[in-house]
């Protein structure tokens, strides 16, 4: 089955360190997407990508990096500038405009 | 900047009744598209319905329908005969344009609904 895997479900690491959390997806889609959840705040969009080689900003970006060389992984690095970083991350990808995204199950990162 | 709004973050309904959830936003386009999206206690998002807003229609997915006014920019979710598993956070999204292919897909807080028996 077509879908979009993320790994690892929990992650902990210590303040002052960057973590990767890896988005792997088989759907052939184009555009892929992180977004960021809170309580209280809904999902807000950190970056995402059209194309391979290819990303933009979301709308809560600092603190964070992306890539994109292949079509079907996005990793999304949350680096010690990230003053926040504790949160549950989505993954998520779509290939039309105004279809429904496609979400992972999430990775919820701890830092201590 | 486009903004998705709802107003009530906790609801709770009994079972096999019916409850509808709030939803309004702000933009100036014309042309978009409007998603409720469910995410039970397990964190999966999981698409409940999509209202093309060119569309006069409201959508229908079997016990879930919207009622959509444009003017008004609402879009609410109807939940008829509401089921135990129903239980969960459910998120109102707009659909913006972007470049290419990609959604940008702007969320609303969140209305957490609890189904009791």
């Given at each position: 089955d077509g879908g979009i895997t993320q790994s690892p479900k929990y992650l902990f690491?210590?303040?002052?360190?960057?973590?990767?959390?890896?988005?792997?997806?088989?759907?052939?889609?184009?555009a892929?997407?992180?977004?960021?959840?809170?309580?209280?705040q809904g999902l807000r969009l950190?970056?995402?990508?059209?194309?391979?080689?290819?990303?933009?900003?979301?709308?809560?970006a600092e603190g964070y990096s992306v890539s994109r060389e292949k079509k079907e992984s996005f990793p999304l690095t949350v680096t010690s500038a990230q003053k926040n970083p504790t949160a549950f991350y989505l993954c998520a990808s779509s290939?039309?405009?105004?279809s429904p995204l496609h979400f992972g199950n999430g990775t919820r990162l701890t830092v201590t | 900047a486009q903004t998705v709004t709802q107003s009530q973050p906790e609801m709770s309904v009994q079972e096999a009744e019916t409850?509808?959830?709030?939803?309004?936003?702000?933009t100036s386009?014309?042309?978009?598209?409007?998603?409720?999206?469910?995410?039970?206690?397990?964190?999966?998002?999981?698409?409940?319905?999509?209202?093309?807003?060119?569309?006069q229609q409201n959508a229908t997915e079997n016990r879930f329908s919207v009622n959509f006014q444009k003017a008004a920019k609402s879009f609410s979710?109807?939940?008829?005969?509401?089921?135990?598993?129903?239980?969960?956070?459910?998120?109102?999204?707009?659909?913006?344009?972007l470049t290419?292919?990609?959604?940008?897909?702007?969320?609303?807080?969140?209305?957490r609904l609890q189904v009791t028996l």
């Open positions: 690491r210590k303040e002052g360190q960057n973590v990767t959390l890896s988005c792997e997806q088989n759907l052939n889609h184009d892929m997407y992180w977004y960021r959840q809170d309580p209280g950190i970056y995402y990508s059209q194309i391979v080689n290819d990303f933009q900003k979301g709308d809560i290939n039309d405009r105004g | 409850v509808t959830l709030s939803c309004t936003y702000d386009e014309n042309n978009y598209y409007l998603f409720w999206y469910k995410q039970p206690p397990s964190r999966q998002m999981i698409l409940v319905i999509r209202q093309e807003a060119y569309k979710l109807k939940i008829s005969d509401s089921q135990l598993g129903d239980t969960a956070m459910y998120f109102c999204a707009y659909w913006a344009p290419g292919t990609a959604s940008k897909l702007t969320f609303g807080t969140g209305t």
